[in-house]
Structures are given as structure tokens and as C-alpha cells.
């Protein structure tokens, strides 16, 4: 049967959702589509392009559909959809932080979300900076949260910082909707 990019890319997804991202590679995915590693390469070029493949089909869980009015609202909901999009994947937070997919899914969570900052009276530039920050925000609290199952959760040693001391509390591993629902609400002034 006829491999194709869709199925080398779906394959990877499946590789990474099983077993994380280290263990996604051309030859995982030819052994499991049972294919040549030349046929791999023909549909995906290099390991680079099919993270890239990745990420744009990882954001592609982004649903557009029924966002509110409000542009403040929509900005928040575009983020909160982004980061269940991200959690929906193991290690999804990793694959889209580690490209730069200029892809169609990608293209137009992006659009709608500086759509909504510019509707707001944003400035281009506040729009474009408002949102690297909250992408940076959900990529970032992300990825943490991700890798959190693999670490022992525990109060670090902080030592004689009185600062730190006085906001352990705060830095539960746990917070990760509380902290993210914050983030977001100072970056688009709520």
C-alpha cells in the first residue's frame, strides 16, 4: 500500500504519544509503517521538517469554531485551546516549542489570535509582542506541567532566600490551570 505524508505524519504522532518525544525517528517510523527509510524521507525530507510536520498537526486540535466576541475572551479561549492541544499529545508542548512551523494550522491559530489583540486596539507591535508572550506562556507552562509526571514534586531547597522562602506556596506543581489562567489574564490586562 501507498504511504503518505499524512501517514508518515500520523505514524510519528502515534510514536510520540506511546512512547515520547526521543523516540520519534525516521527509522521508527519506517519500521512501524513498514516501509524503507528512502520512503520516510521522500514524503518528509529531513527529521527537522517532520517536527515541523508535527507541530502543525498537534496545533491543528485548535478548534476555531464558536469563539466569543469579546476580544479579550477570544484571545484567553485561543490560548486556553492552544494549550489543550498541546496536552492532548505526550510531550506536545516540546515538538511545537522546538519549530518553527509557518504551516497552515499554525498560520491561522496565529492569525486568530492577533485578530482578536488588534480588534482589542492593540498596536501591531503590542499585538505581535502580546502574542509571542502568551505562545510563550502556553509553550512554557506546558512543557513543564509535561515533564512533571517524570519528576519528584517536593519543596526545593531555596536555602537563605527569604524572597523564594516566602513564595513556596505558590509554586505547587499542581497550579498549572490556576497559574496559566493568571498569566494569561496580566498579559491581555484583565
Known sequence: MTKSQADVV???????????????????????????MNTVLWHVKSKARLEELMADAIVAGVSLDGLPRDWRERAAEIARR????????????????????AEPATLDTAEALVAALLDGGLSARDAAWTTWSLIYLVLGLTQEEQALPGRALGEPAVG???????????????????????????????
Do not use: C, N, W
Not at 13 to 32: M, P, W
Open 10 to 36: 500520523r505514524t510519528a504522532l502515534e510514536i510520540l504519544d506511546e512512547l515520547g518525544a526521543e523516540a520519534v525517528s525516521l527509522r521508527a517510523i519506517a519500521q512501524r509503517l513498514d516501509v524503507r
Open 82 to 101: 492552544y494549550r489543550r492541544a498541546l496536552l492532548a499529545h505526550r510531550d506536545g508542548a516540546l515538538v511545537v516549542a522546538g519549530t518553527f512551523a
Open 160 to 190: 537563605e532566600r527569604p524572597a523564594l522562602r516566602r513564595i513556596l506556596p505558590f509554586l505547587s506543581g499542581e497550579s498549572f490551570d490556576e497559574r496559566f489562567e493568571f498569566g494569561v489574564a496580566k498579559l491581555l490586562g484583565s
